[in-house]
Each structure stands twice: as C-alpha cells, then as structure tokens.
C-alpha cells in the first residue's frame, strides 16, 4: 500500500510556463532609456560545473545601460524546467556567502507594479572586499511565489501533490554602488519597466499567470 502510495503521488505531468520560448528570446533588450547587452561571469549562480547544468537549462546573463544620466543594472534569470527534490533553485542569499559575500540586509519586498498588483521578492545588500552589490530577485515555481527557503520547499511539495513537475525561475537584477538607497530606487524603476515591456503573453513565464494577468495589456 505504502508503495502504491508513493507511486500515485509521483509527479508526472511536466508544466512550463515558458513553453517552448526561451527567455534570451522574451526578454526585451530595451527598456525605455535602457539598452542590454550580454554579459558572463555575473556571480553566485550555483555550484559550478556540471550540477548549474541540471539546475538551469537556460542562463540569461546582461546588463542595462541606461542613456544621459548614466547607471547600469546587472539581469540574471537562471531557468530550470524540473523543481524537484534534487535539482531546485538555488537562493543568492545561501549562494552569495558561499562565493565570498557577506549579507548585510536580507529582507522581504513587494515590488509594485503597473496594474496595482505587487510582487513578493527579496531585497539583499551583499558586501565583498571592494564591492557592494544591492539586489531585488524573486523566484518562481509553477505559478507560485515563494520568497523564503521554507516557502520553496513547500511550494514544490504543492505542485508534487498535484502531480506536477514544475518549471522554475530564478531572476535576480542587481546594482553596484556603496549607496543602497539610491541602487534600490533604480531598481524599483527599472524592473517593473522591464516587466511591462515584456509581450503579455508572455509575462507568466516571469511572474506567474496572476500578476501577468493584473498587468496592462499594452
């Protein structure tokens, strides 16, 4: 019984929001004043070597210049189609110690976005000899949100209940600079433009299908 238990809750079904796009594809090069041009080497992804691959099929690495008043912003989205028990996200505030960081703010956010809905991310300031990287990221899994650990670990259980082997999203915009402040006012600008620059058909694939929906269609 205990194994025809175990098979029947055994996740079957694969689910992607992204389908069969890429997010190098969907993801727009300009933003308003901003202009993206690829970049590597953007820090504390993963465990390097042949695990980043099983955990991400897909890795958009850029950065946004923005035109005039000068700044840039630091995009890494790191795609997985399977979340399970041993290929799942991996956190910045768990990766970022790991490649030498030290955190020294870790909160949650709401970003607000246009359409009235808010989008449940982290907030992290993250220290190194000679650097200071403050960055908003969020996940997704499936359709849902998590913004801790914790929240991950049972939201993957949900869609394995259900069945369901969802696809993953790790999306992590970041600033340099020694003032938090003034690197977190550009990113509350910078992401939601992003976002509604995305087509909106495709936005689900980086908020879920609620908060795309709350979006405007143009």
């Known amino acids: 019984m205990a194994a025809g238990a175990a098979y ?46 099983k955990l991400y099929g897909e890795v958009v690495q850029r950065v946004y210049r923005r035109e005039g008043a000068g700044g840039e912003v630091m995009m890494l989205l790191a795609h997985g189609d399977s979340q399970t028990n041993d290929l799942q996200l991996h956190r910045p505030e768990e990766c970022y110690p790991a490649f030498g960081y030290d955190l020294s703010q870790d909160k ?15 907030r992290l300031v993250a220290d190194a000899p000679g650097r200071r990287e403050s960055m908003i990221y969020w996940t997704r899994l499936g359709d849902y949100l998590p ?35 003034a690197s977190f006012a550009i990113l509350a600008e910078f992401i939601p433009a992003l976002l509604l620059a995305v087509a909106p058909a495709r936005r689900a694939a980086f908020v879920g299908t609620s908060l795309a929906q709350a979006m405007p269609k143009a």
């Open 108 to 122: 949650p956010v709401a970003v607000p976005l246009q359409g009235g809905a808010a989008l449940p991310a982290r």
């Open 8 to 53: 029947a809750l055994k996740p079957r079904r694969r689910v992607s929001l992204l389908g069969a796009a890429t997010f190098e594809a969907i993801t727009p090069w300009r933003v308003g004043t901003w202009s993206g041009e690829s970049a590597s080497d953007l820090a504390a992804v993963s465990p390097p070597g042949s695990l980043m691959a």
């Open 147 to 181: 913004d801790t650990d914790r929240d991950q670990r049972v939201d993957r259980l949900k869609t394995s209940m259900k069945g369901i082997i969802a696809d993953g999203l790790l999306a992590r915009f970041s600033v340099t600079g020694a003032d938090p402040s």
